[in-house]
């Protein structure tokens, strides 16, 4: 039997040699081969030539917010020098107000009478660089009959960073409304009830923690207690809209709702009375009342 060089006895296998005939594996390398060769160059040609996804060259553009920031910026420059007004601080109200007379600035108010706080509550541009400015003023108070809150007007000129006020700040009314608006709840309370039974747990377990909250919401009402409780709750009086009356007076049955308005008053833990308003919606399960909604009026 003739060896070839190949098979020679002086030649061994690698260990991670197949096991198979010679011209089998020459056969299986040179078409590996041949295929990188032939496949080398095709890569390459479809790389160059396809671009592939299209990247967009820019962030699509996105629509400009027109905000005015002079709007913010003119009225915490007034609260400022509202506040420098009322202090009497003669070389800053010199600066904000340049058309002050001598006269006028000897007759700043006290400083010992300097509100506990100042706070701009309206800004109307009037023209093209002047704005009108309400700032409401809120006095210390040591006297209950002292109003609670005084408000000033006040016109600026200028833009930016950079105001100065026309005139020294005058004196107007409180604004209110032409025609105040209307709830829609009856001005006739309900009396007393299975209703206002409910209306009473709920605010006294709620507000002033008093009982089990549970106890009075609908399986599906979920919202936070208070952080606080205090020390008393009373009802002032429960109102339903009108077409909700006839129900809420009626034996409570299933499936029924109500809205009504409960007007409270809470006393906190320092003696203080709020009196507070609450939009509340119930639902009868099982003959009972739930409080199944509650929110700040209007929620009818």
């Not at 020459?26 to 390459?44: D, K, N």
């Not at 700043?108 to 309400?134: F, H, N, Y």
Request: charged fraction near 20%; proline fraction near 10%; include cysteine.
């Amino acid at each position: 039997m003739n060896e070839t060089p190949e098979t020679g006895p002086g030649r061994s296998e690698p260990w991670f040699a197949p096991h198979l005939p010679r011209s089998t594996r020459t056969i299986l390398v040179q078409f590996l081969v041949w295929l990188a060769v032939l496949c080398g160059p095709a890569g390459l040609f479809m790389q160059v030539t396809w671009d592939g996804p299209a990247v967009p060259e820019s962030e699509p553009e996105r629509p400009a917010q027109g905000t005015d920031l002079s709007a913010l910026g003119v009225a915490g420059w007034a609260e400022r020098v509202v506040t420098a007004y009322l202090e009497g601080d003669i070389d800053t109200v010199r600066l904000a107000y340049p058309t002050a007379r001598d006269r006028q600035l000897e007759a700043l108010p006290d400083p010992s009478g300097a509100p506990s706080r100042v706070s701009a509550v309206a800004v109307e541009q009037i023209g093209d660089r002047e704005w009108t400015i309400t700032v409401a003023v809120y006095p210390r108070r040591e006297d209950p009959t002292t109003p609670a809150v005084r408000h000033l007007r006040l016109t600026a000129h200028g833009e930016g960073t950079t105001w100065a006020a026309l005139s020294l700040p005058v004196e107007v009314g409180a604004w209110a409304p032409a025609e105040p608006p209307e709830l829609a709840y009856a001005s006739r309370k309900l009396a007393d009830s299975p209703l206002t039974e409910a209306v009473q747990g709920w605010a006294l377990a709620y507000l002033a923690g008093e009982g089990e909250l549970d106890r009075y919401l609908a399986p599906e009402a979920a919202f936070p207690p208070i952080a606080m409780a205090h020390a008393a709750v009373e009802i002032d009086g429960v109102y339903p809209v009108p077409e909700d009356e006839d129900t809420a007076v009626a034996p409570a049955g299933d499936g029924d709702t109500v809205f009504v308005l409960a007007d409270l008053v809470v006393t906190t833990s320092d003696g203080q009375s709020w009196p507070m308003s609450y939009a509340l919606e119930l639902t009868s399960r099982s003959q009972r009342w739930e409080i199944s909604a509650v929110a700040t009026p209007p929620l009818a």
